[in-house]
């Protein structure tokens, strides 16, 4: 199974990482790490997360942390749509 990043995602996280390396370097390395290694658990376990509203759609949570991913299979492939602190609300798609 491929991972593929859309568009703005690594956006994404780079913007969250650094907001908490603003306060504690150390702690932003460290969600960074629990996202990295949680995608690359979809490669081998791609129904790990949950159904999500939008069929197709799941959800995982970022052990650890606050954040949750947010992806779909497609054909041999996980995409990663979205990673979202959960204190927030999801954007309306």
């Known amino acids: 199974m491929q991972i593929r990043w859309l568009k703005g995602v690594l ?9 908490i390396a603003q306060e504690d ?7 960074a ?5 949680t995608v690359q658990s979809l490669k081998k376990y791609p ?4 159904p999500w509203r939008i069929e197709g ?6 052990p ?3 954040y949750s991913i947010r992806y779909r299979v ?11 602190h959960q204190a927030q609300r999801w954007p309306d798609e």
């Open 57 to 62: 759609v799941h959800t995982i949570v970022v």
């Open 11 to 19: 956006r994404n996280l780079e913007q969250a990482v650094e907001y």
């Open 47 to 50: 129904q790990l997360g949950k």
């Open 64 to 66: 650890r942390t606050p």
């Open 25 to 31: 370097p150390r702690a932003a390395q460290s969600v």
């Open 74 to 84: 497609i054909s041999e492939a996980v995409e990663i749509l979205r990673i979202h």
């Open 33 to 37: 790490r629990a996202i990295y290694e």
